[in-house]
């Protein structure tokens, strides 16, 4: 998967992107093979594309099995527990439990105002946006964030975010509001109720 990551495993996994999810202890491993078959099927059609568009729908139920039983290796070191809501009309929600400390680690606090210079622990952090796809490229428009229940400001979320994200490619880490590019030809994800289409 790491040479194909979805939006919702970018979300879920680096930007710590649902009330309805199954947990992950409930997850079936018969959920996360299809979903391993279907990232392998894109990936393929992404090395030898045809006219016509392809499409493949994946379900809530087998992208939480597959963060659950096989994306370990894809997650950053103190992101547990990853699980993701597709919400219905581009709308997506996810949750994680994160280090913060190591957050604080990675990211200096600049002030007593700075609230990683106040959260501590591994606490749960869930957010829920909108996830926008066109002509290749994706872009994810935040609604609301919370740190262990509480809201919490866009920017907090980002600072988690750009901590995780950091890279030496990449120094600054993700940007919440910047687009991205969409892996394996994927043209656009039309994000259904329960599940989302991937069109290539």
Do not use: W
């Amino acid at each position: 998967m790491s040479s194909l990551r979805f939006p919702f495993i970018l979300l879920c996994a680096a930007a710590i992107v649902g009330s309805h999810a199954v947990a992950a202890g409930q997850a079936s491993r018969r959920d996360a093979d299809q979903m391993r078959q279907k990232v392998a099927s894109i990936a393929q059609f992404a090395q030898r594309p045809a006219r016509e568009a392809r499409r493949t729908t994946v379900t809530e139920s087998e992208l939480n099995a597959y963060l659950a039983y096989d994306a370990k290796s894809d997650l950053p070191p103190g992101v547990v527990e990853p699980v993701v809501t597709i919400l219905g009309t581009g709308r997506v929600a996810g949750r994680a439990v994160v280090d913060l400390d190591e957050v604080r680690k990675l990211k200096q606090p600049s002030s007593m105002l700075d609230p990683s210079s106040y959260l501590t622990g591994r606490v749960p952090v869930a957010a829920t946006g909108v996830l926008m796809t066109n002509n290749g490229v994706g872009r994810f428009q935040l609604e609301s964030a919370t740190v262990a229940g509480l809201p919490v400001p866009k920017t907090m979320l980002q600072q988690i975010v750009s901590a995780y994200s950091r890279s030496p490619q990449n120094p600054s880490g993700i940007s919440l509001d910047d687009p991205f590019e969409l892996p394996a030809r994927i043209r656009e994800i039309q994000v259904e109720r329960g599940q989302a289409v991937v069109v290539q």
